[in-house]
């Protein structure tokens, strides 16, 4: 119900202010734009979207067949079962989709997106396998998508390499800062749909937390230490390197297990054509209601209003340049990206404004778009509040990262 109607008030909004325009800024163009916008999406969606996705789904789908078969997704279940029993009471215990959503959230620490979506729709089938309502998302499938729309991420490799070709002499300066936005993202998340849930808060989900966030502080420390040219080299190899060292430990293991490894790899590739059939009707009518939204100047009408409402208060708005990409994110990962090398090329990548919002494009996901292309490849129609807890939690995120960014580069 709350998607279809974010759904249709982007289309209603958008043509509103289409025709204020057309009436009262006589913008003859306008009508034309938005069309133009929309059969562009569409097509978009499917070539630059769907196309792209298809490859790494079919690649890494395979690679989860041999894990499974292997037993290393039991394993990591297994291991992780204390710390996500708590965050998923109502999975069975060592079931393998917890296995599955610890690969997506560390290939999303990691800044691995295609290798993230595959795992991370491999563990929302395995979820819908044990939801009662098949139309309805449970309480597991909410708190593991506002988790992954929260954007954990330890090593921004994308970002600080937009940061060096848009010209930057301070490109992994955004790199603590960022870390530290999304972090205070993901406990947001973990804190208002765990509230929502009714989780139980005893020492062993705290100890868990903690430790995890000890280990990224030693992480954060150990990487601040680093000169300049030593963090872009961190940042530019690991993230890879990890990523190959995955891949050929999942081949490795299955031989080890006496899996044969290419049938493996076969039975689960074949999946990955079902699961694009399935979510491209949700990708493209998201995509372009998205688009319609951007191209009808919702989006600057929005960023001029909280400016004013700012400057009214005597608040400090130096980061309002910023501001669009982090309003964008949640709606389009591409449109805030596009966004933020704007920002880059107008006020340059290495000003307060250019650094906030490389911080932005890294604080949070794509909330419109995850829900739209998790929650689709089950067929589930009734988001509940994801939606609202998603936006709460990026909304935080935002806060949070403008606090930083006063802190770190003012």
């Known amino acids: 119900m709350a998607l279809n109607i974010v759904w249709i008030a982007f289309f209603v909004i958008a043509f509103v202010i289409a025709l204020y325009k057309f009436i009262f800024l006589n913008d003859t163009e306008i009508f034309k734009t938005l069309v133009d916008g929309m059969f562009d999406s569409a097509k978009s969606s499917v070539v630059d979207v769907a196309f792209p996705l298809t490859g790494a789904m079919v690649f890494f789908l395979g690679l989860m067949s ?18 996500m ?18 690969m997506n959230f560390s290939a999303n620490m990691l800044g691995l997106d295609n290798a993230a979506t595959p795992f991370g729709l491999k563990a929302m089938e395995s979820l819908q396998t044990i939801n009662p309502e098949k139309d309805k998302a449970s309480n597991a499938q909410i708190m593991f998508l506002v988790l992954h729309t929260s954007g954990l991420t330890l090593i921004p490799l994308t970002i600080i390499s937009y940061r060096l070709a848009s010209g930057s002499k301070e490109s992994a300066s955004v790199f603590i ?21 009714k989780l139980k808060w005893d020492k ?8 995890l ?49 290419f049938d493996a790899f076969i039975d689960g590739a074949k999946g990955g054509f079902d699961v694009i059939l399935k979510i491209l009707p949700y990708l493209v009518g998201m995509l372009v209601a998205i688009r319609i939204f951007r191209d009808s100047g919702a989006l600057g009408y929005i960023v001029e209003g909280i400016s004013w409402v700012l400057m009214q208060t005597g608040m400090n708005t130096e ?34 404004a250019g650094k906030l919002a490389s911080t932005f494009q890294g604080s949070a996901d794509t909330t419109f778009y995850i829900i ?39």
């Not at 205070?184 to 849930?197: D, H, K, N, P």
């Not at 939690?393 to 580069?409: Q, S, T, W």
């Open 177 to 197: 800062p960022l870390v530290l936005a999304t972090i205070c993202t993901t406990l947001a998340s973990i804190f208002i749909v765990g509230f929502w849930q």
């Open 372 to 410: 739209a292309l998790y929650f689709g490849s089950v067929g589930i129609k009734k988001v509940r509040y994801a939606i609202w807890a998603g936006m709460l939690a990026d909304l935080l995120g935002v806060v949070m990262a403008i606090v930083i960014g006063y802190i770190f580069f003012k």
């Open 85 to 102: 029993k708590r965050l998923f009471p109502g999975v069975p215990d060592k079931h393998p989709a917890m296995g599955q959503m610890v």
């Open 319 to 352: 980061f309002t340049p910023a501001l669009p990409v982090a309003i964008m994110k949640p709606f389009s990962g591409s449109g805030a990206r596009g966004l933020m090398l704007d920002v880059m090329q107008v006020y340059g990548p290495d000003s307060f």
């Open 213 to 261: 966030l000890g280990l990224v502080a030693l992480m954060l420390y150990w990487v601040q230490s680093m000169g300049p040219s030593e963090k872009e080299i961190f940042s530019r190899i690991t993230g890879n390197l990890l990523l190959l060292v995955i891949v050929v430990s999942i081949i490795l293991g299955g031989v080890w297990k006496k899996v044969n490894v």
């Open 66 to 83: 041999i894990a499974e078969k292997a037993g290393a997704i039991n394993w990591l279940a297994r291991i992780l079962n204390p710390f």
């Open 204 to 211: 062993v989900l705290f100890g868990w937390i903690g430790a």
